[in-house]
């Protein structure tokens, strides 16, 4: 009923740039929070930023004062800037979202995730 469709990853070597975007579309009423997530290998999938309706967001400390969550409510569609980026984001970057549908319940989507890798 709701996809979500990530793009954006890619090799960029440290301390470059990856900027991740993410839209939602299908039954969509309304989108509340969104987020991205990443999962390294051999490690668990971990919050890296969150982002409400409203425009108040929330990062992981590893990840404070060098990336910036954002998004546009008109295209559903939340976005990731990645700036100073290290050997150890290398993961994949999993976007998530809280999608209330035409129907007025609300579910919890994942996309399908977008591999960045960052060279030492």
């Known amino acids: 009923q709701v996809q979500l469709v990530e793009s954006g990853g890619g090799l960029v070597q440290a301390g470059g740039s990856l900027r991740l975007s993410c839209a939602a579309s299908?039954?969509?009423?309304?989108?509340?929070?969104m987020g991205w997530y990443r999962q390294a290998p051999g490690t668990q999938r971990e919050l890296v930023a969150t982002?409400?309706?409203?425009?108040?967001?929330n990062y992981a400390d590893s990840v404070k004062g060098r990336f910036t969550i954002s998004r546009d409510n008109d295209k559903n569609t939340v976005y990731l800037q990645m700036n100073s980026l290290k050997p150890e984001d290398t993961a994949v970057y999993y976007c998530?979202?809280?999608?209330?549908?035409?129907?007025?319940?609300?579910?919890?989507?994942w996309g399908q995730g977008t591999q960045g890798t960052v060279s030492s």
């Open positions: 299908g039954n969509i009423f309304r989108v509340n929070d």
């Open positions: 998530n979202a809280d999608v209330r549908l035409r129907t007025l319940r609300s579910y919890d989507y």
């Open positions: 982002i409400t309706r409203g425009g108040s967001s």
